[in-house]
């Protein structure tokens, strides 16, 4: 049973793709593919829907799509957990479907980035179960991390370290006897055990499925994890509990260790040897900008996703410290900087923004997207932040999938110190109609349910409203293609009052007001866009509070 669509699917491209450099001020869309679109009525999304649904990218004015895991998987942590790494999951279609998908984005001028997971693998993957098959020591355990554990009978695990998604890093296994046996580390649920990147054989495999991809069109890869293959030597304890808390903060014994950057300079190095621009993206924690500018060195990777500016409270000054020290940290090595505000791991910005109520929580995350879009380097888009959607935080427990809800109390008193556990608010699947079981998501309902009032933010509802989020979201990146000082490029800082912040980029301004208050500024040009309206007096602008707008000089 497939769903009716609004839209066709055109075959000629809607704009010319970018040429080389793309990525250096690319729009990049993350498509959480299980609750993008649902063409088989199955109540999850799939391949066939995001396909189906790149008309409304393309028309957005994104230059590329990034998808979250497809391959086979159980599922134990959202595709996460990778079963096969050159198959795609039933539950999600078939690799004729990701070829589709492929193709009909680049007769669409949409470049590709699909996820790679190279810290852990699936418990089900074939390599460890025969793991778990093979003797202490025996060849099969070299590809992960097994040890014995501490304690007179091994009873107690083999190091302190703690499961990013809470309780011990470490489950014991048992012998083919029935006798309790090694431990093997997890940095996240049990049903995803570390790989050992000391083994020749984890490389040589991860060189193979890059190409595989490669070799299908795609145009880059987001590297899960891209801060944690490599641990320190000897696995030493850490000395302290509340371990998920220090992850950005430090350099950890199991993240951030300087070991893996040689894996990074040889995928670039695998990247290089294809036509076409293919980049790869970092996802890594690290305690400063200029580790994490490491990570994109020239001769490694392209871009690194800033979670320092995702995490910045909404406050002028402390926006303005995170931009210069990201800014001034990848010029250092002659990268862009990406900007990203929301991901399938965090709450949703509209609703992170909202200590004033969900208004105020609304109009700071569209002056946040223009101030996003206005700065150099690439701008990563999570689905659903151009309808302004704000997190589902009344799911039902019975409900929710995230791993970490369930080794994780709500009250946070069972010692796990973990994650939150609440990841399945921010990936409620999209509205696309105002009406339908599961306004236009698919024909079967969704896997999570939807809020009743999301009929009106709606793709269809707000397409044609000169007010709505999505317009606004449109208008900005059309004027981001028009523009030629926008993107990648110089930036300086203008004069502006306590709770303001205007920039200069070539031929614009940007204003934010951070303020719960109007402020009153000289008009600083033409005004473009706005995330509110603007009202003037003689030779001056009354900018609303929180909000944004760009203006021609």
Not at 148 to 163: F, I, K, V, Y
């Amino acid at each position: 049973m497939t769903q009716e669509l609004t839209t066709s699917l055109p075959t000629e491209p809607v704009r010319p793709s970018k040429g080389p450099g793309w990525w250096r001020d690319a729009v990049i869309y993350q498509v959480y593919v299980r609750s993008f679109a649902d063409s088989d009525g199955d109540g999850i999304g799939d391949l066939r829907g995001v396909r189906e649904r790149l008309p409304h990218l393309a028309g957005l004015g994104v230059d590329a799509v990034w998808l979250t895991p497809f391959y086979a998987s159980p599922q134990a942590d959202g595709g996460y957990d990778v079963a096969d790494y050159r198959t795609v999951d039933p539950l999600f279609g078939t690799l004729g479907d990701a070829d589709d998908l492929v193709r009909t984005a680049h007769e669409l001028g949409l470049k590709v980035i699909v996820d790679v997971v190279p810290n852990h693998s699936s418990d089900q993957h074939p390599w460890f179960r025969e793991a778990l098959a093979d003797r202490p020591g025996g060849a099969a355990r070299t590809r992960y991390h097994f040890r014995g554990g501490r304690g007179a009978h091994g009873e107690l695990p083999p190091n302190d370290w703690e499961s990013v998604f809470g309780g011990p890093a470490w489950t014991r296994t048992t012998d083919p006897d029935g006798t309790p046996g090694e431990w093997y580390l997890h940095l996240f649920a049990p049903e995803q055990p570390d790989l050992n990147w000391d083994s020749p054989e984890v490389r040589a495999e991860f060189d193979s499925v890059l190409r595989f991809w490669l070799d299908l069109g795609v145009d880059g890869f987001r590297i899960d994890v891209a801060h944690g293959m490599v641990k320190a030597a000897g696995l030493p304890d850490i000395g302290r509990t509340e371990q998920a808390k220090l992850i950005g903060s430090q350099v950890l014994p199991f993240f951030d260790q300087d070991g893996v950057h040689e894996i990074h300079r040889s995928w670039r190095r695998l990247l290089d040897s294809y036509p076409g621009d293919r980049i790869g993206v970092a996802e890594a924690w690290a305690p400063t900008s200029e580790r994490l500018a490491l990570y994109v060195r020239p001769d490694e990777l392209h871009q690194a996703f800033n979670f320092q500016f995702l995490k910045c409270p909404w406050d002028a000054a402390a926006m303005r410290e995170v931009i210069d020290e990201s800014l001034a940290a990848t010029r250092s090595v002659g990268a862009p900087t990406t900007w990203v505000l929301s991901n399938h791991d965090v709450v949703r910005h509209t609703t992170r923004y909202a200590d004033g109520g969900p208004e105020r929580g609304l109009a700071r995350a569209r002056a946040a997207a223009l101030l996003t879009l206005a700065l150099p380097g690439s701008s990563y888009l999570y689905q659903g932040e151009e309808l302004g959607l704000p997190e589902v935080t009344d799911l039902p427990d019975e409900l929710r999938q995230d791993p970490a809800f369930f080794r994780t109390s709500p009250d946070g008193e069972d010692g796990q110190n973990g994650q939150d556990g609440f990841r399945d608010g921010c990936r409620v699947p999209l509205p696309w109609t105002r009406s339908g079981e599961s306004y236009g998501f698919g024909p079967g309902g969704s896997w999570l349910p939807q809020p009743d009032d999301w009929a009106g933010l709606s793709v269809e509802a707000q397409t044609g409203d000169p007010g709505s989020t999505l317009e606004l979201y449109r208008g900005a990146l059309a004027l981001r293609r028009e523009l030629p000082g926008l993107g990648d490029g110089p930036m300086s800082w203008l004069e502006a009052p306590a709770g303001v912040l205007a920039l200069s980029r070539p031929g614009l301004v940007c204003t934010l007001n951070t303020l719960g208050e109007e402020v009153e500024l000289p008009v600083p040009g033409r005004a473009l866009l706005s995330s509110a309206p603007l009202s003037y007096g003689a030779g001056t602008v009354r900018i609303p509070p929180d909000s944004c707008a760009w203006w021609a000089i």
